[in-house]
């Protein structure tokens, strides 16, 4: 066994509202993110950065990957800005920014990544959400190597005026991890960061205009050997099948 130490970095993220059309976008410098678009998502308000940690090199060796824990670290602080008037204060879940940050051994598609945001991927869905084919994915919680879903929040109590346009810190409300740090055999490991942002401030000027995260730091730590032949065919073979389902 050899311990190994994997790292992902994701850049930081700034958005602006469209005072007109409320639509969310991003300024020059910031290319690495896209957003999540389909008939149901027009607005702009989720947005994704990828990448991939290339885990080749072990997989030519018939290496396992065995992970012993994985953890997170912020290059700087959250905030958010927004337009309120006496007639339209600021009111809860105006200003709410959902993070979730995932580390997979298989790919995930837009639709789930979007769907993730409502429930982290690997668990049992709501029985009202939208059960279309694919919509969740057929992966669980094993595939999900590292995984960590937040909500950001302004606390109104802290707010001067919400009658007023202003701006504040975003403050965590609400967090939980769910990394499985199960052994894995893929030649790759996908990476994520999807947000999803409040509503723009558009022609009613009331809402969220701008929203500031810093770069975040995955690092994982672990160690590399080698596992009984039928255990490692087996592990490989699923993350092949799933890998081409994409």
Known sequence: ??????????????????????????????????PLLSAT???KRYWVTESKLDLSGYAMEDLTFFFRNSFEQDGGFRSISWNASAASPLSPYDTTVLENVIVSSVPITDQQLVASIVIAPGFIPYGNIPSTPG???????????????????VELDQVSKADADGSGWL??????????LEPTAADCLYCYRVLALPTGAGMDD????????????????GMTGEEPHLEYMMRLKRSYELANQV
């Open 1 to 34: 066994m050899s311990d190994r130490t994997l790292v992902q970095e994701f850049p930081p993220f700034v958005a602006e509202a469209n005072l007109f059309s409320g639509n969310w976008g991003i300024p020059p410098g910031i290319a690495d993110y896209r």
């Open 171 to 180: 403050k965590i409300e609400q967090d939980f991890y769910y990394s499985s």
């Open 41 to 43: 998502y027009t607005s």
């Open 206 to 221: 009331f809402g969220a205009d701008s929203v500031s995260l810093p770069p975040k730091r995955v690092i994982m730590n």
């Open 135 to 153: 919509y969740y994915g057929n992966f669980n919680r094993t595939h999900i190597i590292h995984g960590h879903l937040a909500g950001y929040d």
